[in-house]
């Protein structure tokens, strides 16, 4: 029978048993707490390292940006460590551990610099188990694109003329990547003959009007914003000095001249002539008769005047190409800007290498009305400036210009590879 005496027994027992249930709770609770204390201050450890990872990515991608444009292993070393340099200051770096701090740098095949940051982080919770630190590694990889500045430039028209540019009937201009850059706003900004076919990325003509006769002309943009001459004031002009290494007459099969002044030359027969590499300035006039053969690899060519030039007088073979270093590293012809009055004087000059004709290199004539009759044996990767330009009956392929461009001119694009 169920009486008090024996429901007060039972509620003695009860409470009993739920002391003694909250007590091994209690036990399991304070056994557990260091585990979940481990475990959620570890996240935020990690979340933290996650964070400081983030920001030396970003401070690692500015030191190989910088230290990619330097040459020299020891001058890209001193400047990516100066990018990494501080940074326990500024983050969670873990300053006992300091010294497991380390910078490596490589260079690789394809001219891109690799950096390697490797460093330990210190830890708020982690350290009740005994880990002080979190070891993270990030890389980063830059290449800078060192060359002459054209971007896809090929052709830059800057004279602000009436028929800026001609194209007759017989021009056949091929290029993928090379575009035109017309900056005639006058009428007609150029004026395209039938039978002709001007094949570019892009022939861009900062005024609206103009005629065509025919022809094709493909990527045609009127109204648009032709880009402007990359060279201009950026080219070292030299001192001609006023004794000739050649002048007048020469004759001969074979024919190799020195880099130098060469004084109102003409050269008879049909010879071969080699320009030796190095800066060869075209004092007056250098005739070449019809029919010569023309080498110039690794040379530049310089006019000192606008009334300077080389005339050949066609059945051309011409082959030249522009340093790949030193002061004129990438420029193939150029003429001179800084005196004003030559700057108001524009002048012809023919291209006429009518046999065939390769040319690799930056020609810098804004004073020159340019007339091309040249047939291309290869394709000519140049970056031609001019202040205006006939062509006429001749088949050119070119493209832009893509190699190293003069010291004081040159532009280097860097960017991330990863």
């Known amino acids: 029978m169920f009486n008090r005496k024996t429901a007060v027994v039972a509620a003695r027992h009860l409470e009993n048993l739920c002391q003694d249930r909250l007590g091994n709770f209690g036990m399991i609770t304070a056994l557990l707490a260091p585990v979940i204390l481990v475990a959620a201050g570890g996240a935020v450890d990690v979340a933290a390292a996650m964070a400081e990872k983030t920001r030396l990515q970003g401070k690692l991608d500015g030191a190989v940006l910088a230290a990619v444009q330097e040459k020299g292993e020891e001058k890209r070393m001193a400047l990516a460590s100066s990018f990494m340099s501080n940074l326990d200051s500024e983050g969670q770096i873990d300053e006992d551990a300091i010294s497991q701090r380390s910078l490596t740098l490589a260079s690789n095949s394809d001219g891109s610099l690799s950096g390697t940051y490797k460093v330990p982080v210190k830890t708020s919770f982690l350290g009740i188990i005994g880990i002080s630190s979190l070891p993270i590694t990030i890389t980063s990889t830059a290449i800078a694109s060192e060359g002459s500045g054209t ?128 800066l060869h300035i075209i004092k007056g006039r250098m005739i070449i008769n019809s029919g010569a053969t023309v080498k110039a690899e690794g040379v530049t060519f310089y006019f000192p005047d606008v009334n300077s030039e080389i005339r050949a007088n066609g059945g051309l073979t011409f082959t030249a190409s522009a340093p790949t270093s030193g002061t004129y590293a990438g420029i193939l012809m150029f003429e001179k800007t800084s005196d004003a009055s030559n700057n108001a004087n524009k002048q012809q000059y023919i291209f006429n290498g009518s046999k065939g004709e390769t040319l690799t290199g930056i020609i810098h004539l804004p004073n020159r009305d340019v007339t091309y009759n040249s047939t291309t044996n290869q394709t000519n990767k140049i970056s031609l400036v001019v202040n205006t330009i006939i062509m006429n009956t001749a088949n050119w392929k070119i493209e832009p210009y893509d190699g190293k461009g003069p010291t004081s001119g040159a532009s280097t694009a860097v960017r991330l590879v990863n």
């Open 151 to 278: 971007g896809d430039g090929c052709i830059y028209a800057l004279g602000n003329t009436s028929q800026a540019v001609l194209i007759n009937s017989g021009a056949n201009v091929k290029s993928e990547a090379c575009k035109v850059n017309v900056h005639s706003t006058s009428s007609p900004a150029f004026i395209m003959n039938s039978g002709s076919t001007i094949d570019t990325a892009q022939f861009c003509v900062k005024g609206t009007n103009y005629i065509k006769n025919g022809g094709t002309l493909t990527n045609l943009k009127v109204g648009c914003n032709a880009a402007d001459d990359p060279y201009a004031g950026k080219l070292p002009e030299p001192t001609v000095s006023s004794t000739c290494t050649t002048q007048g007459t020469m004759d001969g099969q074979t024919i190799s001249l020195n880099p130098g002044v060469h004084c109102a030359t003409t050269f008879n027969g049909s010879p071969t002539i080699t320009f030796k590499p190095g």
